[in-house]
């Protein structure tokens, strides 16, 4: 009987094309496990969707065209976008360095609009969001995204055929670059602020995982103390990405613990295993707004060496 997986994707902006090809690696070694679900986080929700469609239409390889889509598609175009791009990540950069840079709410500037909408149009352009109850089956992988509801102060995923476009919108919603984006008369923000990416709905939503595989974009450790204003920022940057997961992870494991103890019966519990597929690549947090094409593409190949290896692991563990 083949180990049942669940793939869990942190965000972290265009660091998360790196995610695309972790997927598109472990797919495409056709791994001996059956995946019964995926989550994610703002860019790691884009990746995981559109893994999961792909799956849900055609299969692997379609999973694996659409994910190379998708992000190209994202990727800045020649000329105007691609001069917004670098300037945003300077303009950026600078904030995080100290620089007096004034800060604009998205509400107020031109390209928040821009920006969003641009995602909209790619969503929609290679996802059928209205077709998706219809392809789901009792059998199918789930999907959940992660975001966060401003007014209640509450974190809120959703998954199957509750994932629209506007659910994708508002786990990228970046609350200093994008408006709040509205689902059911309530204002949602980036899931960067609740669950990075949702670990618990993937045991708790009826998938039942033997493993859970998690995407981390943000390093772990850091060897040197940070001292400049840019490199504190960093390190803020990457320890707040990291918190909700590192919770939901010490949960996992206290549970298998009361289980391995008898604390739990076994009949209604089962312990799950936990591994993760690391980025480790010391950038700059405004990196994670870097959409040139040379960048995604270096990420998108890392990634996928990253998947290739890691189920060439798994499979030297397991003979």
């Avoid at 600078?94 to 107020?108: D, F, M, R, T, W």
């Avoid at 940057?237 to 919770?247: D, H, V």
């Avoid at 980025?279 to 060496?305: C, I, M, W």
Wanted: aromatic share 8%.
């Amino acid at each position: 009987m083949s180990k049942r997986v669940a793939i869990a994707c942190q965000g972290g902006g265009s660091h998360t094309a790196f995610t695309g090809g972790v997927l598109k690696g472990i797919l495409d070694e056709d791994p001996d496990v059956d995946i019964v679900g995926f989550s994610g986080t703002s860019g790691g929700a884009v990746s995981a969707l559109a893994a999961w469609y792909g799956l849900l239409t055609e299969g692997p390889e379609k999973a694996c065209r659409l994910i190379d889509a998708l992000w190209g598609d994202i990727a800045a175009n020649p000329g105007v976008d691609r001069w917004v791009n670098s300037s945003m990540v300077a303009w950026t950069r600078a904030g995080n360095s100290g620089l007096p840079i004034p800060e604009v709410s998205p509400y107020q500037h031109p390209f928040s609009d821009w920006g969003h909408n641009q995602l909209r149009a790619t969503l929609e352009q290679f996802i059928d969001f209205e077709r998706i109850p219809d392809l789901l089956e009792a059998d199918s992988p789930e999907l959940v995204v992660g975001t966060v509801n401003v007014n209640a102060g509450e974190f809120e995923t959703f998954a199957d055929e509750d994932i629209t476009v506007e659910a994708m919108l508002a786990s990228t919603a970046l609350p200093t670059l994008f408006p709040a984006v509205e689902i059911h008369g309530h204002s949602h923000w980036d899931g960067l602020f609740s669950q990075n990416p949702p670990i618990h709905d993937l045991l708790t939503n009826g998938t039942k995982p033997d493993e859970i595989w998690v995407v981390q974009i943000n390093p772990q450790t850091r060897e040197t103390e940070p001292k400049s204003l840019l490199e504190i920022h960093d390190r803020r940057n990457e320890l707040a990405g990291n918190i909700s997961m590192n919770q939901e992870l010490r949960f996992i494991h206290t549970v298998n613990e009361w289980i391995e103890a008898g604390h739990l019966p076994r009949e209604h519990y089962n312990v799950v295993r936990t591994r993760k597929i690391m980025f480790n690549r010391d950038l700059h947090a405004a990196s994670k707004l870097d959409r040139s094409p040379d960048f995604l593409a270096e990420l998108l190949e890392l990634g996928e060496r990253r998947g290739r290896s890691f189920i060439d692991q798994m499979r030297t563990s397991t003979s």
